[in-house]
């Protein structure tokens, strides 16, 4: 397999205001499935995949049929801009392509609504870094998460 390292592939740090200070390396196994499936060549997620923003309770929800698949949550910050804080996937339902697709649906929803994002996670930061074309929609003064320990 080409491409990052493992060491690479799961280094990530958190912002000091998240909260999470001294925690590195800290990713979960959910969270190294979802990043491998970003890494991996997965398959196009089911047709009948729909995405809905549920304002009321901060996530955006991924729908097959009449069952909610995967969600990411958020918060919003002012009227500009969006936490990104999580990602999660039914097991049965992960490296199909679900992960990457509810992102990009995301994303493709806060660059329609004109908003920028903070990151808070790994999940989000590496579809971003595989998807360079989105990187304009994190906020500078608030990125989030970042790759790699700090210097």
């Known amino acids: 397999m080409t491409g990052p390292t493992a060491s690479s592939r799961y280094a990530f740090q958190y912002p000091d205001e998240a909260g999470y200070r ?3 390396d800290t990713l979960s196994q959910d ?11 997965s398959p196009d ?3 009948d995949l729909e995405v809905i923003n549920d304002e009321k309770t901060g996530i955006y929800e991924a729908i097959v049929g009449d069952r909610t698949v995967a969600g990411l ?3 919003v910050t002012g009227d500009d801009r969006l936490v990104l804080l999580a990602v999660s996937v039914f097991p049965e339902f992960r490296r199909q392509g679900v ?3 509810l992102i990009r649906r ?3 929803d806060v660059r329609t609504q004109g908003k920028t994002v903070t990151i808070m996670c790994p999940i989000v930061r590496t579809f971003i870094e595989k998807n360079p074309g989105y990187a304009g929609l994190i906020d500078t003064r608030h ?3 970042t790759k790699g320990p700090r210097s």
């Open 106 to 108: 995301v994303l493709d």
């Open 45 to 47: 997620p089911a047709s």
């Open 73 to 75: 949550s958020y918060t």
């Open 22 to 24: 001294g925690r590195e």
């Open 143 to 145: 990125p989030g998460v």
């Open 99 to 101: 992960a990457t697709e």
């Open 31 to 41: 969270q190294i499935v979802l990043i491998d499936e970003l890494h991996d060549d």
